[in-house]
């Protein structure tokens, strides 16, 4: 098993949709690989950083890859979500796709309106309810 690390991120999908009530962050600490997933380097030193987002504070750890590839929070969230459904035996972790869906849900419909969490885009796009950029 590959080297792994523990680190607190901010999970956004996890948050009511912007402009709907108050600000609620939602942070997760969660176990990715050590190495970057781009690159295979070794990821950077994860250090803690204090957060203000409209009058609600939190704390998360952010850290700067050597080879220069930026994680987003996203990212490390559904690579987060891929590793566990690998270590629990639904997915062979050579090939957890976290991408792979049902067909009756491939019509690229957003898990809600506002954000649209692709994890083959660099990075991710604000989308209306009809999924149109916006």
Do not use: F, K
């Not at 956004?12 to 176990?31: D, I, K, M, N, Y």
């Not at 690159?39 to 203000?52: A, D, Y």
């Amino acid at each position: 098993m590959s080297e792994t690390m523990t680190v607190t991120v901010r999970d956004r999908s996890a948050e009511a949709p912007w402009g709907v009530g108050l600000t609620s962050p939602v942070t997760r600490q969660v176990t990715i690989s050590a190495n970057c997933p781009r690159c295979g380097q070794r990821r950077g030193e994860p250090r803690g950083l204090n957060q203000v987002d409209d009058g609600a504070h939190y704390w998360v750890q952010v850290w700067i890859n050597p080879c220069g590839h930026v994680d987003m929070y996203a990212d490390v969230v559904v690579e987060a979500a891929a590793r566990l459904e690998a270590a629990s035996g639904a997915l062979d972790p050579v090939d957890a796709d976290v991408d792979e869906t049902p067909d009756e849900y491939d019509d690229d419909v957003p898990v809600r309106p506002g954000l649209d969490l692709d994890p083959d885009d660099a990075h991710d796009r604000v989308v209306d309810a009809s999924n149109e950029v916006v």
